[in-house]
């Protein structure tokens, strides 16, 4: 479905548009790339093979189906302790993931650590406490995000946000209806 589906094609453009907006563009060859809960690897399938692709997901069934696919160096790992040195990486991929653990500043944190002095750091996750739903129990969230206080978590963790958007806006006001 990650290849195809709808959500998963609009997010990567998305943060496509957001990296041509921020300057970055998409990775360089060469460039040192962290998808921190990596699933099944399509991100790092999508970045192609000339940046040098690190995926670390805690379920290995995700893993192996990243193996499979998208020729990145992957890592079981945990995103509150990466086994990363500082200021190792250049960009770092958090999709989708900060929802679902509790400590997240700790993971912006192990984030901001990890990225190198320059680096870039591509977070997105649920918006708008009021949109949550049964689905999002059953993803196991346990959050969702206001605008405020996603910037206040990452600059808690030392992270300088430079873009704060919101995906799928178009769809704001459907879902908000079919949720309430």
């Keep these: 479905l990650e290849r195809d589906h709808w959500w998963f094609r609009g997010k990567r453009e998305a943060i496509g548009a957001l990296l041509e907006r921020t300057g970055a563009g998409p990775p360089l060859p060469g460039e040192r790339i962290l998808d921190i809960g990596c699933g099944t690897g399509a991100v790092l399938e999508w970045f192609g093979s000339e940046a040098f692709r690190i995926g670390i997901d805690d379920h290995e069934d995700a893993l192996?189906?990243?193996?499979?696919?998208?020729?990145?160096?992957l890592l079981r790992a945990d995103a509150r302790a990466l086994p990363f040195r500082d200021g190792s990486v250049d960009r770092v991929f958090l999709l989708d993931v900060a929802?679902?653990?509790?400590?997240?500043?700790?993971?912006?944190?192990?984030?901001?650590?990890?990225?190198?002095?320059?680096?870039?750091?591509?977070?997105?996750?649920?918006?708008?406490?009021?949109?949550?739903?049964?689905?999002?129990?059953?993803?196991?969230?346990?959050?969702?995000?206001?605008r405020a206080t996603?910037?206040?978590?990452?600059?808690g963790a030392g992270l300088e946000p430079v873009v704060l958007s919101y995906t799928f806006g178009s769809i704001l006001l459907p879902a908000w209806a079919v949720r309430t």
């Design 99 to 146: 929802e679902h653990v509790p400590e997240d500043v700790r993971v912006f944190g192990e984030s901001r650590r990890v990225l190198a002095p320059r680096g870039l750091a591509v977070v997105h996750v649920p918006a708008h406490p009021s949109l949550w739903s049964p689905h999002d129990e059953a993803m196991h969230h346990v959050r969702r995000y206001t």
């Design 64 to 73: 192996r189906h990243a193996r499979e696919k998208s020729g990145a160096t």
């Design 150 to 155: 996603l910037e206040t978590r990452l600059r």
